[in-house]
């Protein structure tokens, strides 16, 4: 079975600084890993996807996340926070591009001017 | 291109009603996934529907029920209404075998009473 957790509901950074959402999954196959964010009362959108190519992805917005098998980690960082990156971060992984995502809790990103 | 579509965008039921939820898919997906997302939780996985036929199915009871019609589009049936129930429900459309690289609907808040 698949699993996801992201590591703290809330993160709180201050404009400029360093955006680090945290991301460990389980799977008993290669996995594919996405990055969704979702802003208030809006549905969810693809930030970036890992698919067994590079370790390191590169995103929308300015976000990259890099996958590390041994840690089994795919964590979100962006360089410098921008007010408009305030939402909430959900991890996903599936078994496979044509199947079902299974998503963190979710990670509520505020950042303070 | 209007992306994908939900109707309504939210609805309030009475314990132990039915409800029906309605998707468009975005122009030339012809897949449709469901996920229903909690208040303050992740989304989970329902069902996904290709070619008119259920194709995966998620850990909810037979109250949720499906279906997609020639053009694509889908509904999303829940029976005997539950408080329980009471979430964002979200559509993802996309192509087959590239549906974990979805584009998700805005949502339709459901609230049973």
């Known amino acids: 079975a698949q699993s996801v957790t992201q590591l703290g509901s809330h993160v709180s950074v201050s404009e400029g600084a360093l955006v680090l959402l945290r991301c460990n999954y389980s799977?008993?196959?290669?996995?594919?890993l996405f990055w969704y964010v979702q802003y208030p009362n809006q549905g969810l959108q693809l930030l970036l996807k890992y698919t067994s190519a590079a370790t390191l992805v590169k995103g929308i917005n300015g976000f990259e996340a890099e996958f590390k098998k041994s840690e089994t980690s795919f964590h979100l960082t962006k360089p410098s926070a921008h007010m408009s990156d305030a939402a909430e971060y959900f991890c996903a992984v599936s078994d496979n591009q044509g199947g079902k995502l299974i998503f963190g809790q979710g990670t509520e990103l505020s950042v303070k001017p | 291109d209007a992306g994908v579509t939900q109707s309504p965008t939210h609805l309030i039921k009475t314990r132990g009603q039915q409800v029906t939820l309605r998707c468009s898919p975005k122009s030339g997906h012809d897949t449709v996934s469901w996920y229903q997302q909690a208040l303050g939780q992740g989304p989970q996985f329902i069902f996904q529907?290709?070619?008119?036929?259920?194709?995966q199915r998620g850990n909810f009871p037979d109250r949720f029920s499906g279906h997609q019609f020639p053009n694509y589009s889908s509904e999303l049936n829940v029976n005997a209404l539950l408080l329980g129930d009471s979430a964002l429900y979200l559509c993802?459309?996309?192509?087959?075998?590239?549906?974990?690289?979805?584009?998700f609907g805005q949502g339709t808040r459901l609230t049973v009473v």
């Open positions: 799977s008993s196959v290669p996995p594919y």
């Open positions: 993802a459309s996309s192509l087959l075998n590239r549906a974990a690289e979805a584009f």
């Open positions: 529907y290709y070619e008119e036929e259920e194709r």
